[in-house]
């Protein structure tokens, strides 16, 4: 589990500047839904990235974790205006209505299982059901982004 440290760099540096590239590259083009989608994650992820340390403590300077429970926020919020984004994406294609749509959903699940929603309180043992909730509604965005992307990219193939 020694990588779980190197996540709020990843987040912040890797995912967020990646967004960011490609959030202009889309406005460039004059997508203006995925450009604010680009930008808007990005700026979540960074933000999340960020608070990453703080939440899971410094092993250096012996703080203790603060927890993910504030930081769930920022995934209601982003949850919110996957709702708007939705609605706008329905417009475009059905397939992005319905991305946006799971992505909504896998914010909503993700900031649920930091504020622990749907862990057992009075279990023996650590409960793990919130993070399968969450990890299965993350596969299900990945999955649905990685078979976007080759019509998105090169424009090929049908997008109903």
Not at 89 to 107: P, S
Not at 113 to 126: I, M, P, S, T
Request: one cysteine or more; charged letters at 10%; aromatic letters at 16%.
């Amino acid at each position: 589990h020694l990588g779980v440290f190197y996540l709020g760099g990843m987040l912040w540096w890797g995912v967020g500047m990646g967004l960011t590239v490609a959030g202009l590259i889309q406005g460039m083009n004059g997508d203006h839904l995925g450009f604010t989608s680009y930008i808007f994650h990005a700026a979540i992820l960074g933000t999340i990235g960020y608070n990453f340390e703080c939440a899971l403590g410094s092993i250096c300077t012996g703080v203790p974790p603060t927890g993910f429970s504030v930081i769930a926020f920022f995934t209601y919020a982003a949850f919110w205006y996957n709702i708007v984004f939705t609605i706008m994406a329905f417009r475009i294609a059905k397939m992005f209505g319905v991305l946006y749509a799971t992505v909504a959903v896998m914010w909503l699940c993700v900031g649920m299982n930091w504020q622990r929603v749907f862990h057992d309180a009075e279990a023996k043992e650590y409960d793990r059901t919130g993070d399968f909730i969450a990890g299965i509604s993350c596969l299900v965005v990945a999955l649905q982004c990685f078979y976007l992307a080759v019509p998105v990219m090169t424009g090929l193939g049908v997008i109903v």
